[in-house]
């Protein structure tokens, strides 16, 4: 759905868009840990997520973990830095499918908003 949907419905909002001007929003790199840290972060404060989330870089040498370097991660130790169960089994599913159906951030950044849904709402753990 288009975000000026949302407008409509929001004066103020649209107003203070309006007044801010236009902008772009540029594709993100690197989209599976843009979705592991969205994960990790569901239902805590931001301080907290912020915590975890640092722990879990901080697993991996830098720049960023790799898809393979996640999926070797024994799950006790995605358990260790605070993750739940659950959010632990989640980004390991992130992780497994994006190994498996072989997605790129190019690959995704082509796709529409509805074929991104498609492709990305059949992982346990990711929603729309």
Same mark, same amino acid.
């Given at each position: 759905?288009?975000?000026?949907?949302?407008?409509?419905?929001?004066?103020?909002?649209?107003?203070?868009?309006?007044?801010?001007?236009?902008?772009?929003?540029?594709?993100?790199?690197?989209?599976?840990?843009?979705?592991?840290?969205?994960?990790?972060?569901?239902?805590?404060?931001?301080?907290? =997520?912020?915590?975890? $989330?640092?722990?879990? &870089?901080?697993? /991996?040498? #830098?720049?960023?973990?790799?898809?393979?370097?996640? @999926?070797?991660?024994?799950?006790?130790?995605?358990?260790?830095?605070?993750?739940?169960? =659950?959010?632990?089994? $989640?980004?390991?599913? &992130?992780?497994? /499918?994006? #190994?498996?159906?072989?997605?790129?951030?190019?690959? @995704?950044?082509?796709?529409?908003?509805?074929?991104?849904?498609?492709?990305?709402?059949?992982?346990?753990?990711?929603?729309?």
């Amino acid at each position: 759905m288009h975000y000026t949907v949302y407008l409509n419905k929001d004066r103020q909002l649209k107003k203070l868009i309006a007044a801010q001007g236009a902008f772009e929003l540029k594709p993100r790199k690197k989209v599976y840990l843009h979705l592991c840290a969205s994960i990790m972060s569901q239902q805590l404060s931001t301080k907290v =997520a912020d915590i975890i $989330y640092q722990r879990f &870089v901080n697993l /991996y040498p #830098k720049p960023a973990p790799t898809i393979a370097q996640i @999926l070797d991660t024994p799950f006790e130790q995605l358990r260790g830095i605070g993750l739940s169960n =659950a959010k632990a089994q $989640y980004v390991l599913n &992130v992780c497994r /499918y994006f #190994k498996e159906h072989r997605l790129t951030d190019a690959r @995704l950044h082509r796709m529409s908003n509805e074929e991104l849904l498609q492709c990305l709402t059949p992982i346990k753990g990711v929603g729309q």
